[in-house]
């Protein structure tokens, strides 16, 4: 349109050009911000940190008849039942004399921490001087390795019976890492002793 | 007094940078989603206090769910197949291409040998859902201990192919009978495996997440 000459009006100057209308370069973004923010929400909302851990666990190589497993010291003998109940008793198992007590999830640190004054309190001895940095966390590690390993600390023997879920033997295992015993077995071997003084405790539960 | 006019500022404010930033996080998002593999089985498992990670390759894992099912699952693609070669020769089955290639994108794997052949010419992902929850799951019975197999297998063919141990995880539902996976256990320590040492799949305590 611009280029269209006029006749005669060649030498005039420059002659009106008409100019296309400077729109400005902004745009709307308001709409393209909704939705950004829509994705972003929706994103973090649906994460779930899913992150599982896991428990390590080493099993008693199963027994040889010939070898006798060694005579325990100072041991409690946990069997996980039903109703995620735990009956328990200390020592070694007499006839006649051994009365199994019964315990929960949630008493159970009153038990283990009872029955593990002496461990727990040089344990916590050691933490004491941990936290006055008189000794470095190797050392501190070390030395609770060699509480957990002495005569005087607690033995579990963990025995689930029939009615137990694998989550009470978990459980149970993740309280042992907890109060820091360092000795204890999972067994399913059930003397049937053991299991006649199971079976009339269990009827009470 | 003349009256004081306020400069008519333009309520628009530049939002680039906004934008930026939003889509810059949501790219970020969307690609660091990964996104969680279905499984066969629903399983709930119990929480412990431990925070030790679980090992991303070089892991077999033995799923037990609330009903009781075994299920087999491997990281490592080319083990796997190799796995299922030497499964398929011990129980004399005959597999085509396709089937290994399909048994090789699965993850868990839960149905006895006898009918992994069905199995594994269903194509889509329902059918095969639909499949395994008719199942009982790999057999442990002392008969034809299959699961003794699978994990025999896999242990020699991983140390073979990848020249390290195959690391074992046990992932069972809380609500499991600890009977059953006991079985288990007595399998991993049976006389032909011998593994007494592996980890238990839990999840984090809710304290700690």
Do not use: C
């Not at chain 1, 929400?41 to 994460?47: A, D, E, Q, S």
């Not at chain 2, 940078?17 to 660091?32: E, I, Q, S, W």
């Not at chain 2, 399909?102 to 859902?129: D, Y």
């Not at chain 2, 140390?159 to 609500?175: M, T």
């Amino acid at each position: 349109m611009a280029d269209v000459q006029t006749g005669g009006d060649s030498g005039g100057g420059r002659h009106k050009k008409k100019r296309a209308k400077k729109s400005g370069t902004h745009i709307d973004m308001t709409p393209m911000v909704d939705l950004a923010f829509l994705l972003l929400t929706f994103f973090i909302l649906t994460t779930t940190m899913y992150k599982p851990a896991t428990l390590q666990l080493t099993f008693p190589v199963p027994n040889k008849d010939d070898v006798k497993p060694p005579k325990v010291e100072n041991a409690i003998t946990l069997f996980l039942t039903k109703k995620d109940q735990i009956l328990y008793y200390r020592g070694g198992f007499e006839l006649g004399i051994t009365q199994l007590e019964r315990t929960d999830f949630k008493q159970l640190t009153n038990v283990l921490t009872m029955n593990n004054k002496t461990a727990i309190e040089q344990i916590q001895g050691y933490q004491k001087d941990l936290m006055a940095r008189k000794i470095t966390e190797t050392a501190f590690d070390s030395l609770k390795n060699e509480v957990q390993k002495q005569k005087f600390a607690l033995f579990a023997i963990i025995k689930p019976d029939k009615d137990a879920k694998y989550r009470n033997m978990i459980d149970i295992v993740d309280e042992m890492d907890i109060h820091g015993i360092g000795k204890y077995a999972v067994q399913d071997s059930i003397k049937p002793e053991e299991q006649a003084l199971l079976d009339i405790a269990k009827q009470t539960l | 007094m003349p009256k004081i006019k306020m400069p008519r500022s333009s309520p628009a404010l530049d939002m680039t940078p906004m934008v930026d930033l939003a889509f810059l996080l949501v790219t970020f998002f969307m690609l660091t989603a990964q996104f969680r593999p279905e499984d066969a089985a629903a399983v709930d498992t119990p929480s412990s206090m431990s925070t030790s990670p679980i090992p991303l390759d070089g892991l077999m894992t033995i799923t037990v769910d609330s009903t009781g099912r075994i299920f087999w699952d491997l990281t490592e693609k080319p083990v796997r197949i190799a796995v299922l070669e030497k499964m398929a020769e011990r129980y004399s089955l005959t597999l085509d291409p396709e089937q290994k290639e399909r048994f090789a994108s699965l993850t868990a794997i839960g149905v006895p040998m006898n009918k992994l052949n069905t199995f594994l010419s269903l194509k889509n992902a329902g059918e095969r859902k639909e499949f395994d929850r008719d199942n009982t799951g790999i057999p442990t019975d002392s008969l034809d201990n299959q699961l003794q197999w699978w994990i025999y297998e896999t242990n020699t063919l991983f140390y073979n192919e990848i020249g390290k141990k195959v690391l074992v995880a046990l992932k069972a539902d809380g609500n499991t009978p600890y009977t059953r996976v006991n079985e288990v256990i007595k399998t991993f320590q049976g006389p032909i495996i011998q593994i007494n040492r592996f980890k238990m799949i839990t999840d984090l305590e809710e304290s700690r997440l």
